[in-house]
């Protein structure tokens, strides 16, 4: 067997075939690399039987032979690899005399064949793209000149520069309209400012004027596989599939490619979990469709063309442009929330977007992660249409809404581990979340607070465990929404530091925030308008003068007191424009066309069942972590059971006994005990959903079903429900006497079922509130209204049979039905004294003592319990992404 000997920071290891090597900043790897740009398990090296291969493993920072990013590669003496960057990563060497043969040459397709045509192609059309961009820059660079000549020939230009506090802001353009504070005339007083000292930079920043970027297809694809016909070539994270993917978003089985002796080719979805992609479309689990020259195929963070008879392979590695084109967001009423916002940026850029309140950054952050997406306008993900091609790309999207979405009660490996369950297909292992776990926890310096629980976190720790979660699945273009409000401004700057870095490892991130502090760190700045337009779009560094400011209070002052200005127009006319945003403005508004709603959803990584069960456990686990929870858990229904054992009653809950005729005594405990069921249970949901809205929201855009979550809260607090039932029916019933016989079980058992099927039915009620309700303090309230109104329609105080309006009024009420169940197990109807001592014999319907009535009252509190569950399930879409609302 061949050996090959590798070299790494002068020191060597010989390789035996018959294991594979794990390169990586892991101690526990084999070859241990201690440099911040090597993932934790970056790659890995081994002898696929007829050569040496090293594999990437999705590292954040890739993997590089000759200059190129490389997932795959056949390797032997003399190849040479850097880890983590292409020129000055870690270097590691290969020698040996009997490396495999497939080395070097053929690995580097292009290479290995240097005339070959598409690819030569691709070359000279990016090179026309360059050429077309430079002459796109110099014509925004004339036009800049032209227009700052025009100012300078302007009349009425003032060479002085305004005070901020009195001036409203310089117009840029000639032509544009008055200045706001300009209403009473005097056009010579101020009009027509030419910028002073904040020239724009001549050349734009990377990317070019509008931050246009490399098309998709002209990227170097990272690795080639030869087809031949009649051959079938499976893709999937196993490694006996021909075309291995390591990737923990594509299935051990993932998909085949075919090629068919008649010459064609075609995919078939081998029932993955993340679904394979034909032009950004899902196609049908287990489906098959045939492929075209054009088509492009998605499998998780890999992207694959066909070219001739190869096989081209690109790996999304992080590294995507980003762009915006006259988004336009349209309210019911017609009014415009969002104004032709176009803006765009490069490849590892950090973006900010800040703006005064109202003036639609939520709007903008929706419309770009396709949340709500725009009803005008294009988003471009590496110059692929992000609406089009939703439910592929949108996997390639992190968000990090202001509240945290994690389960502060839990440690942050566990909340980690939970949510990669989640998110990550149902056939990943254990070892391979904990593994991209490790990594994560590593990239954001985590590591020592692992097992601290994330309510101990400060603020700045709090929002990198947000971070993390959302870095799990690998996403290129990272969204975050305020994600340091109410942090100090240490914790201000770390957080935007750790945005920077996470851009530097090859992301593209955009940031809402209203901290001004930091903004020097990011590649551009958005500002917006108020009216939801844009203010300003390009270097943070220029932005204040170009406002003609010295401070962002003075500008956000300007906003809110010149709210009717055209901040847009005065945008449009300046030279900033011309240098950052005109090339992406002109290319007309599209009308958005979305795919349809099945078209655009995730899909679910996970079964239903497994979805079901991973969230039951995380909710035991949240409940489990809080000890004084579990104990006012158990602690009221023991209460609520002892307060009913202070009630006087002679007779207990059984019948009478001569000369007494009846025992009015018995109805008032079983009041005491339903109402008091009535609120443990509703008190046990009542902030349950609420609390978690906004970890809802993005799981369920992340392929989170609603019946399973919602199923996971029923189950889970029915079951904690049914223990408090078991309580205060055991306390309740222990001291007193009780009927000798039930209808069908013992009476103890057959009240404590009612009561039970109460607890539940309330617990459902507690949920429709908690989904109902905008903030958590609205709860409270809510159900102790309920519990009052139960009380009043329990049928024990007052007579409500016979009572039209009122007797089907209080059919609504659980604890009708309740005391009605346990009634016809006690006879009540004829325990207490009649209503109407002249007509003894109208007794309350739903009271007979019949095995029939108990029955109907158990089932109806059921289908009441049901009914409500079908209501939340309604109320839960409110708090969903638009394209999640089936
Ligand atoms: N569905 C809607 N229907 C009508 N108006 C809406 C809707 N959503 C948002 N708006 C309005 O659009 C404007 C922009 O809202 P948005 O939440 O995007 O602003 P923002 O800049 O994020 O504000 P803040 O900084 O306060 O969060 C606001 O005036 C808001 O009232």
């Given at each position: 067997m061949p050996e090959l000997v590798l070299e790494l920071n002068g020191r060597t290891w010989t390789l035996d075939p018959s294991r594979s090597y794990t390169l990586g900043r892991d101690p526990q790897g084999d070859l241990v690399i201690d440099d911040a740009r090597v993932s934790w398990r970056h790659a890995t090296v081994s002898w696929a039987g007829g050569g040496w291969v090293i594999e990437d493993h999705g590292s954040t920072n890739g993997t590089y032979a000759e200059g190129r990013r490389v997932q795959r590669l056949e390797i032997g003496a003399g190849s040479s690899i850097h880890l983590g960057n292409a020129t000055d990563g870690p270097r590691v060497s290969l020698t040996g005399?009997?490396?495999?043969?497939?080395?070097s040459g053929a690995a580097y397709g292009g290479q290995a064949a240097p005339g070959w045509a598409p690819q030569q192609q691709a070359q000279a059309q990016a090179q026309q793209q360059a050429q077309a961009q430079q002459q796109a820059q110099a014509q925004a660079q004339q036009q800049a000149q032209a227009q700052a000549q025009a100012q300078q020939r302007a009349p009425g230009r003032q060479q002085g520069w305004p005070q901020p506090q009195q001036q409203a802001p310089q117009q840029q353009a000639p032509g544009q309209g008055q200045f706001p504070h300009q209403q009473d005339g005097g056009s010579g007083g101020s009009g027509g400012h030419a910028p002073r000292g904040h020239e724009p930079s001549a050349a734009p920043g990377p990317g070019g004027a509008a931050g246009a970027p490399p098309v998709h297809g002209d990227r170097s694809p990272t690795t080639f596989h030869q087809f031949s016909l009649g051959r079938v070539m499976r893709i999937g994270r196993a490694l006996e599939n021909e075309l291995v993917v390591s990737d923990l978003q594509v299935s051990r089985h993932h998909a085949e490619f075919t090629a068919t002796p008649d010459g064609r080719y075609e995919i078939h979805d081998l029932g993955s979990h993340n679904g394979t992609y034909v032009n950004g479309q899902p196609i049908a689990k287990s489906g098959t469709v045939h492929l075209g020259p054009t088509d492009i195929v998605g499998v998780g963070h890999s992207t694959f063309r066909l070219v001739g008879d190869r096989l081209e392979e690109f790996v999304d590695t992080g590294e995507v442009s980003f762009s915006a084109r006259h988004l336009t967001v349209t309210v019911d009423g017609g009014k415009q929330i969002l104004k032709d916002v176009s803006f765009g940026v490069p490849e590892k850029s950090l973006v900010a977007v800040i703006g005064p309140s109202g003036s639609g950054k939520s709007t903008l952050l929706k419309a770009l992660t396709g949340y709500r997406p725009a009803d005008q306008g294009d988003v471009l993900y590496d110059n692929r249409n992000l609406y089009k091609q939703f439910a592929e790309l949108r996997q390639r999207i992190g968000l990090v809404p202001q509240d945290d979405i994690l389960h502060k009660e839990l440690t942050v490996k566990k909340a980690l581990k939970y949510a990669a369950r989640l998110r990550f297909p149902g056939d990943t292992a254990e070892a391979e979340r904990e593994a991209r776990i490790g990594e994560v926890l590593g990239e954001l310096k985590l590591d020592i607070h692992k097992g601290k629980k994330i309510t101990s976190l400060s603020g700045g720790q709090r929002k990198r465990v947000s971070v993390a979660l959302e870095l799990l699945t690998k996403p290129s273009l990272i969204f975050l929404d305020e994600p340091t409000s109410g942090l100090d401004p240490g914790m201000d700057r770390d957080v935007m530091q750790l945005l920077r870095g996470l851009a530097d490892d090859g992301r593209t991130v955009l940031v809402v925030t209203h901290s001004v502090a930091e903004l020097a760190i990011c590649d551009k700045l958005l500002v917006m308008a108020p009216g939801g337009s844009v203010a300003y779009f390009g270097p943070p560094e220029e932005a204040l003068n170009f406002f003609g400011y010295t401070s962002w209070a003075d500008v956000f002052s300007a906003f809110e007191n010149y709210r009717d200005y055209d901040w847009a127009g005065r945008w449009r006319g300046s030279q900033h424009y011309q240098m950052y945003a005109a090339d992406i403005d002109a290319v007309a508004a599209q009308s958005v066309h979305m795919p349809p709603p099945q078209q655009m959803r995730p899909p679910k990584a996970q079964s239903w069942a497994a979805q079901l069960w991973t969230l039951i456990r995380r909710y035991a686990s949240v409940i489990a972590s809080d000890k004084g929870f579990m104990a006012l858990l158990v602690a009221l229904p023991a209460v609520l059971g002892v307060v009913s054992t202070v009630i006087p009653a002679k007779f207990g809950l059984g019948p009478p006994e001569l000369p007494s005729r009846f025992n009015s005594g018995a109805g008032t405990i079983m009041l005491v005990l339903m109402v008091g069921m009535c609120f443990t249970g509703a008190a046990n949901s009542v902030r349950e959903l609420i609390k978690e809205r906004v970890i809802y929201e993005r799981e369920r855009a992340t392929g989170l079903s609603r019946s399973a979550y919602l199923m996971s809260k029923v189950i889970t607090l029915g079951v904690i429900t049914a223990i408090q039932g078991v309580i205060i029916c055991g306390i309740g019933f222990f001291p007193r006497a009780l009927p000798a016989e039930g209808l069908i079980m013992p009476p103890a058992v057959e009240m404590c079922l009612v009561v039970i099927a109460l607890g539940i039915t309330s617990m459902m009620f507690g949920l429709v509130i908690s989904s109902l309700v905008k903030t958590a303090e609205k709860t409270m309230p809510l159900l102790v209204m309920f519990a009052i109104v139960q009380v009043v329609f329990t049928g024990v105080l007052f007579q409500l049979f016979d009572s039209p309006g009122l007797e089907q009024f209080a059919w609504l009420m659980p604890a009708r039905w309740a005391i009605a169940g346990a009634g016809t197990t006690l006879d009540l109807a004829h325990l207490m004294a009649p209503w109407d001592i002249n007509n003894p014999t109208s007794l309350d319907p739903l009271w007979s003592h019949s095995v029939g009535q108990w029955i109907m009252n158990i089932s109806v509190l059921l289908l009441m319990a049901a009914a409500l569950g079908v209501v939340v399930s309604r109320l839960l879409r409110r708090h969903e992404p638009e394209v999640m609302r089936k």
């Open positions: 005399a009997d490396a495999g043969q497939g080395a």
